[in-house]
């Protein structure tokens, strides 16, 4: 029966992120035509550090504890646009959530978990030349994926906010400098984490867990 549970564990997981691979893969191969035809796109593969990431729950506050993510970035000019590009965005993180308990103040970790983001969007350059400054803006999908059986999965709808520099060193290498807000959209009833002993983190109506980073990266110009 053990055996039977745990594979049905692995079942749902993939159930649940399958859907996202499927569709962002889809978007990647009707992009692919684009990227072919484009005489300049970018790649940013990237790494840095992600913090904040609060909630209220009936018995206390839970917080995702810092941690460090990567992903890459990848951008495409809009029309031949030299100040604007498209922008298709993927990070993930491993990271511990934690309970601290309002009546007693003791914190405690209640599981490790995996977050992976999703984003397409835009940027658009605010100052040409050799260091690049830019403004970005991107929607997409956030997937909260806990290690432990017990909860269940989350995938809510989510923006990201940011400023970024990049730094060229030649027509096609230089370095990127990005901070972000990470915004998933609000929680307006219901729990974050279920389960098999219930919804015992329900979070209010007014909570989020908006988080911001902080990234370097490698800018592949080609």
Known sequence: MAI????????????????????????????????????RFTITPFTGWVFGGTANTRDGRLRIKETANYGV???????????????????????????????????????DMR????QLGGTKVINEGRIQTYG???????H???????????????????????????KHLGLNLQGRLLLPFNYYSGSLFCGSSGCNLAVSGTSSLMQADITAGLVMRF
Request: overall charge negative; aromatic content about 10%; some cysteine.
């Open 4 to 39: 039977l549970r745990a594979r049905a564990t692995r079942l749902s997981v993939v159930q649940a992120i399958s859907p996202l691979v499927l569709v962002f893969g889809v978007l990647l191969v009707l992009c692919a035509p684009v990227l072919a035809a484009q005489e």
């Open 73 to 111: 970035n990848v951008d495409i000019p809009y029309r031949g646009s030299h100040t604007t590009n498209m922008r298709f965005s993927f990070s993930t993180y491993d990271t511990t959530v934690e309970e601290k308990m309002d009546l007693s103040g003791v914190s405690s970790d209640l599981f």
């Open 115 to 118: 977050v992976d983001h999703y």
């Open 136 to 142: 970005m803006g991107t929607l997409g999908v956030t």
């Open 144 to 170: 909260f994926s806990p290690r432990d059986s017990s909860y269940s999965s989350e995938t809510r709808f989510s923006m990201h906010f940011g400023l970024g520099m990049d730094v060229m060193l030649s």
